[in-house]
């Protein structure tokens, strides 16, 4: 995974560091939301790590699945390869999180808060480069109504309170990075 580049927007080795950063983050919100050993955090974080793996192939949570079952073949038992691929095949289905387990619930959250915050704009700069586009150009992005929809589609699609308070967060640096930016752009510090 390290070397797998499986869009023109993202560089080499994002899914791997994509799936630990999520991990990272469900680890913390497991704490938070589950204090109780309900959710078993080695399955999670497992799934975590590669819940991307199909990403590039269409349906990438299926397909990802049954790559990681037969990667983890021989180093998981049967019954912990069908918990975490189970959490990669449920990952991108939040519309249907109602019916989800806990863990697949909190994975979903993870998901989608690392791509929120310092990580955002990263990506926001990244695909700006790649597409020749200028400074300007991802000030405009930011403040469009795309980009606002985006927002209010993955704030509808969290879980727990304690996401959304992660997420708030996260918003919140965006906004003062753009804003420092802005000035920056117009010579003012």
């Known amino acids: 995974m390290v070397n797998l580049k499986p869009m023109e927007t993202r560089e080499k080795g994002y899914v791997f560091h994509h799936g630990l950063r999520t991990a990272g983050i469900a680890m913390k919100l497991v704490d938070l ?4 050993p309900v959710v078993d955090r080695d399955i999670l ?3 975590a790590v590669f819940h991307d793996i199909g990403k590039g192939s269409d349906p990438h949570n299926e397909i990802g699945a049954a790559m990681a079952g037969e990667v983890l073949a021989g180093q998981c038992s049967p019954k912990d390869i069908d918990a975490i691929t189970r959490i990669i095949r449920e990952h991108n289905q939040r519309h249907r999180a109602a019916e ?8 979903q959250d993870a998901d989608i808060l ?12 990244h695909w700006n480069a790649l597409h020749d586009e200028t400074p300007q150009q991802s000030l405009e992005y930011y403040h469009s109504n ?6 209010a589609a993955a704030q509808e699609s969290l879980n727990f309170e304690v996401s959304q308070s992660i997420l ?15 000035q920056e752009m117009d010579g003012v510090f």
């Open 100 to 107: 989800c387990t806990m863990a697949v619930r909190i994975h």
């Open 45 to 47: 974080f497992a799934a």
């Open 114 to 125: 690392d791509h929120f915050g310092a990580q955002c704009i990263w990506l926001a700069f």
């Open 146 to 151: 795309r980009n606002k929809e985006w927002l």
């Open 168 to 182: 708030d967060e996260k918003i919140t640096f965006e906004r003062d990075f753009y804003d420092r930016f802005a």
């Open 33 to 36: 939301v589950d204090p109780s």
